[in-house]
């Protein structure tokens, strides 16, 4: 069972009325002391009725037994003119105060009990004597504040605890929203990649525009990258689909450099290796003047100005019947 201030006030109201009882029954085989029997037989059905509040939840019943044991302690159970010595009770409200209560309570409980009891006293007996005053301002300023380092090593806790469940907080949404941007990432790294998937396929797309015959229209600029891709596509295609001659189109390259030149060889190479005859097409001016400046010799590959006479030529063949009955739909096609 978890140890809390309600479980320790009502377990202080049960110990009272158990204590109450038996000081009654003391006090009635012992003494003839009528206040004193008034008083106790009067707190404890009181103090009983307090215990009872306090576990249904009246937070009232643990100052209201307070004040009443100190009214009990300081008129009843101690005499100020009459005792010899200290009586044990005189710092059981304050013990009580600093279990149940808080500092101000404390605080105030502490000289209210002095007070009464000086008043009562006169300025005679014990509690009138300056060395018994000292020492009981002495003991209840240490009680009072070994109860304030208590609380406020009580309160440094809380406020450790409620920093640390912010952090564990923090760290938990921190978690998940980098889990999220993860996800997120992940599945626009999926779109990127299905996209450039998608740019390869329609940015050199292969029409068959007879039967063994591709068309291949290479457009835009031929980096090393695309080069590569272009390349392994078109040997593919030309090795699925049997291919006996391809055209490729070049008239949409936006420059046609010495490395562009070079990767077009290559290509042209890995196509001879397959057994397919290679026609390079729209070859324009400024393309053929950068050809010429850069001294590259592409005299071993077929080319023609455009794909409808590489075409023309392919139909003009003596073995060509075949190819001209498939070409004919397919040059509607294009038309």
């Not at 009770?89 to 002095?114: E, K, Q, R, Y």
């Not at 941007?181 to 992940?186: C, D, M, N």
């Not at 998937?197 to 063994?212: H, K, N, R, S, Y």
């Amino acid at each position: 069972m978890r140890l809390t201030q309600r479980n320790v006030i009502f377990g202080l109201l049960l110990f009272e009325v158990g204590l109450g009882a038996l000081g009654l029954v003391t006090l009635l085989i012992s003494t003839d002391d009528l206040p004193a029997l008034l008083g106790v037989g009067a707190a404890l059905p009181l103090v009983a009725l307090l215990a009872w509040l306090h576990w249904r939840g009246w937070r009232w019943a643990a100052f209201i037994n307070l004040a009443l044991i100190t009214l009990l302690t300081v008129f009843f159970l101690i005499t100020p003119q009459t005792d010899a010595s200290l009586s044990s009770m005189l710092f059981a409200p304050l013990a009580l105060a600093l279990i149940t209560t808080s500092i101000p309570w404390t605080l105030a409980i502490s000289l209210g009990v002095l007070a009464v009891l000086e008043i009562r006293a006169a300025g005679v007996g014990i509690y009138a004597e300056p060395d018994v005053i000292v020492g009981y301002l002495f003991t209840s300023g240490a009680l009072f504040l070994s109860r304030l380092v208590l609380e406020q090593a009580q309160h440094a806790s809380q406020q450790a605890q409620r920093s640390a469940e912010r952090e564990q907080a923090l760290s938990i949404q921190y978690a998940e929203e980098l889990a999220a941007q993860a996800s997120a990432l992940r599945a626009q790294n999926q779109r990127q990649e299905q996209l450039l998937a998608l740019v390869a396929v329609l940015e050199t797309p292969t029409i068959q525009v007879a039967a063994g015959v591709l068309l291949a229209p290479i457009i835009g600029h031929l980096d090393p990258e695309r080069a590569k891709t272009l390349t392994g596509r078109l040997l593919r295609a030309a090795a699925d689909q049997h291919v006996s001659t391809m055209i490729l189109d070049i008239s949409g390259l936006s420059q046609l450099d010495h490395a562009s030149a070079q990767q077009l060889l290559t290509l042209y190479r890995g196509l001879r290796l397959l057994g397919v005859e290679v026609i390079l097409s729209g070859i324009a001016p400024a393309v053929a003047t950068t050809l010429v400046s850069e001294d590259i010799d592409l005299r071993a590959i077929q080319t023609v100005p455009s794909p409808h006479i590489a075409l023309a030529q392919l139909l003009a063949q003596p073995d060509s019947a075949s190819l001209q009955r498939a070409a004919a739909p397919s040059e509607q096609r294009m038309l």
